[in-house]
């Protein structure tokens, strides 16, 4: 019996799809690789093309969302690979590839601002932390912790009380303190700008500074990642975490506790004569985060 690919879920934006004047070129072919989303065989090519363009197609996400069995589709890929996450791993670069064009396209679900409340409400994000706790340090796996990555950050960030309550209820920042610590620089990177727009958030702030345990394991990963940019230098990392302590600093329970417990290259002289060479060259590169971190020397009377 013939497959009948079952029609899309028509919404204001997609009726008259069929030949509507003035369309989009290429549309037709969009809406045709969405419904190839539901059919087996032809799926992983529709995730690659689809993957390709999503940055070009504005209105792609309502049409993932909106049309029948797509989010299905893109989940299934995703809880597929589950098994291949076990010791002793087993994950191919053709599987993580295939998952994390799937996960492209819940980024940009995850991205526009009528989807992403949908989203959240669907708890899709908890199907992503099984990669999050990946701690293989094979390419497979980062490809996949970091594209992960990419979507929780593209959840954060736009300012959204939502998506920051949805998130403290999670393991999030636990999740992303390791990668912070064990992953590579592009994954720490990522994964302490979510923890940075937790923090810059009053909510986030709260719950962080609540206990003493929450507060010195925030603190003491943006204390070894300081030891570790004295060796492997990277300004947009060190941005981060000076960004979060200077936050932290904004809490008067933390405040107390950074002015003894902030690594003490951090307390050098700020001009820059005393700081180690490789952090002193990233401050001269970045004029935003020497700012920052004479404020956070001020804030903890310091200087």
């Avoid at 209105?59 to 890929?77: C, F, K, M, R």
Wanted: proline share 8%; with cysteine; hydrophobic share 45%.
């Amino acid at each position: 019996m013939e497959y009948m690919t079952p029609p899309l879920l028509v919404t204001g934006r997609m009726q008259g799809m069929g030949a509507t004047p003035g369309r989009p070129p290429g549309a037709e072919e969009v809406y045709h690789l969405v419904q190839d989303l539901r059919i087996s065989e032809r799926r992983e090519n529709a995730l690659l093309e689809l993957s390709k363009r999503r940055e070009s197609l504005m209105d792609l996400a309502p049409i993932l969302w909106h049309s029948v069995g797509t989010i299905v589709a893109l989940i299934q890929e995703i809880v597929c690979i589950y098994p291949q996450l076990s010791a002793p791993p087993s994950l191919t670069a053709p599987a993580s590839n295939r998952v994390c064009n799937s996960l492209a396209l819940l980024q940009c679900v995850a991205s526009h601002p009528e989807t992403r409340p949908l989203f959240l409400k669907a708890h899709i994000p908890l199907l992503l932390y099984p990669f999050l706790n990946t701690v293989s340090k094979e390419r497979p796996f980062e490809y996949l912790r970091l594209t992960s990555l990419g979507v929780i950050g593209a959840l954060v960030k736009v300012d959204d009380a939502e998506v920051i309550n949805f998130l403290l209820q999670t393991e999030i920042i636990p999740l992303c303190l390791r990668i912070m610590e064990t992953g590579s620089e592009l994954s720490k990177t990522v994964a302490t700008f979510i923890v940075q727009k937790l923090l810059l958030d009053d909510m986030g702030l709260t719950y962080i500074c609540a206990t003493a345990e929450r507060f010195y394991a925030v603190s003491s990963v943006l204390a070894k990642m300081v030891a570790t940019l004295q060796k492997s230098p990277s300004i947009r990392l060190l941005k981060h975490v000076i960004r979060c302590f200077l936050r932290l600093s904004d809490n008067p329970r933390a405040r107390e506790a950074l002015r003894q417990c902030l690594p003490e290259c951090l307390q050098a002289d700020p001009t820059l004569q005393c700081l180690p060479p490789p952090i002193a060259n990233c401050l001269r590169e970045d004029s935003a985060t020497k700012r920052w971190l004479l404020q956070l020397l001020s804030n903890l009377n310091l200087r």
